[in-house]
């Protein structure tokens, strides 16, 4: 079993920054491969980054690549999403999950947090 809890969220200004994070509790944190989706009024869940349990491999969806970072520290049992360059479209709850792959795919995953609300003001 493994508890995800999101943090880092608040209002920011177009073209500023926020870095979340995802703490994990239980020691097997470093068994799964971790995800971020997001999901906007009105709209689906959607992927928004992944990457694998070493924190070797990455994955993004295209809409955020080149502006988001995924990364892990297994020492710590944490995961984060810096988001650079933030647009209004990005407005969104963003949710942490854990799972056995390192994939696009809400249903590959586990486990998952209860959110933290991202807003961004244009």
């Known amino acids: 079993q493994v508890q995800l809890v999101e943090s880092g969220g608040g209002l920011v200004q177009a073209g500023g920054s926020l870095r979340l994070s995802c703490a994990a509790s239980?020691?097997?944190?470093?068994?799964?491969?971790m995800g971020w989706f997001r999901q906007a009024p009105g709209k689906e869940r959607e992927f928004v980054a992944a990457i694998n349990r070493s924190g070797g491999s990455t994955v993004y969806t295209d809409s955020v690549r080149g502006r988001f970072t995924i990364s892990r520290d297994n020492a710590k049992n944490i995961a984060y999403l810096q988001m650079n360059s933030l647009k209004p479209e990005d407005t969104a709850v963003y949710y942490c999950?854990?799972?056995?792959?390192?994939?696009?795919?809400?249903?590959?995953?586990?486990?998952w947090g209860q959110g933290t609300q991202v807003t961004v003001s244009s």
């Open positions: 999950a854990a799972g056995r792959l390192t994939a696009r795919t809400s249903r590959t995953y586990d486990y």
């Open positions: 239980g020691h097997t944190f470093s068994s799964y491969a």
